[in-house]
């Protein structure tokens, strides 16, 4: 007699080693090429943010030192100085407290009122803005500062009592 046939199930579709996978590319070998030659052209120098700050800065600096007049320069350590005395009152008046506020108001306003005269110096003495100021010496400029310096902390002193 025969063997009987079991029923076990039988696997209805594809054999279980042929497993559909995308199909292969239709495009030509030369996009593919393109492609991976503007990669390797833009990896061949490759530099990074802070390389290219650190360049932007440095270069801004050496033309700074090179270029620009030492009484400009003078200036603008002292406008330096005057952004540091009033953020350190600024901070001292927040940590510290405003007590006496007329005090720190008249501190803090002959700070600014000083930074804005100077910048106003640095632009009416600056070779560049020559043609802006055509009548106005670099001498007359400065008088004007001074002139302009003493009525500020005459007021400044006069808000304190």
Excluded: W
Excluded at 140 to 156: E, I, K, P, T, W
């Amino acid at each position: 007699m025969p063997p009987k046939k079991s029923t076990a199930a039988v696997p209805v579709g594809p054999p279980v080693d042929v497993v559909p996978g995308p199909k292969p590319p239709t495009t030509t070998s030369t996009t593919t090429t393109s492609s991976t030659s503007s990669i390797s052209s833009s990896s061949k120098n490759p530099k990074s943010v802070p390389e290219v700050l650190q360049h932007t800065i440095l270069s801004v600096v050496d033309q700074y030192q090179k270029k620009t007049p030492q009484r400009t320069k003078l200036i603008d350590v002292f406008l330096a100085f005057l952004a540091v005395v009033g953020a350190l009152q600024f901070v001292y008046c927040v940590l510290a407290g405003n007590y006496p506020f007329n005090a720190f108001l008249s501190g803090f306003s002959a700070t600014v009122g000083q930074f804005v005269l100077t910048v106003s110096l640095r632009i009416q003495t600056n070779e560049a803005n020559k043609s802006e100021f055509p009548s106005v010496s670099p001498e007359r400029s400065f008088a004007d500062y001074v002139v302009g310096s003493l009525l500020l902390h005459f007021f400044c002193i006069n808000f304190i009592n």
